[in-house]
């Protein structure tokens, strides 16, 4: 537990606001038409959405705990820079991975893959400069 505690809480919070709003926008205005039909997705069916996207920004909050604890945890690494590269190639592998597996045993199209997979790859970009640059916590 003293690793949750060295956190930069505020800036996870800030990473995690930055992350699910790059989500809002790559999902709607840039490839939300696409997705939707790749997914097979009514856009008028509205459903469950406030469950679903809480449940979203709380699984991206998880993403950026997990961002902190991984820059937090090559704490001998002294440039924001360093720490960015180092989390940043990991937590990518492990996106591409991960989201990568998912999708290709839900045999979903190529193109979902490049929306999916970038949207992360570009969120967790962005929250890994935020908690390198100000969210260092050791």
């Keep these: 537990m003293r690793y949750l505690e060295n956190l930069d809480w505020p800036m996870v919070l800030l990473s995690a606001v930055a992350y699910y709003a790059i989500g809002a926008i790559w999902y709607t205005v840039l490839f ?19 469950q679903t ?9 998880v993403i950026c705990i997990t961002i902190g604890l ?23 592998g492990l996106i591409i991975g991960f989201v990568g597996t998912a999708l290709n045993y839900q045999k979903r199209p190529l ?10 790859l570009v969120g967790a970009l962005v ?9 260092q916590g050791y």
Excluded: E
Aim: proline letters at 1%; a positive charge.
């Design 32 to 50: 939300g038409k696409y997705w939707a039909k790749a997914n097979k997705v009514d856009p008028n069916d509205k459903s469950g959405m406030m």
């Design 53 to 61: 996207m809480i449940i979203g920004f709380i699984l991206t909050l």
């Design 111 to 120: 193109g979902l893959w490049f929306v999916d997979i970038g949207y992360h």
């Design 127 to 135: 929250a890994c400069l935020i908690l390198a640059k100000w969210g």
């Design 70 to 92: 991984q820059i937090n945890a090559i704490a001998g690494c002294k440039t924001w820079f360093c720490f960015f590269q180092r989390s940043y190639l990991l937590i990518a």
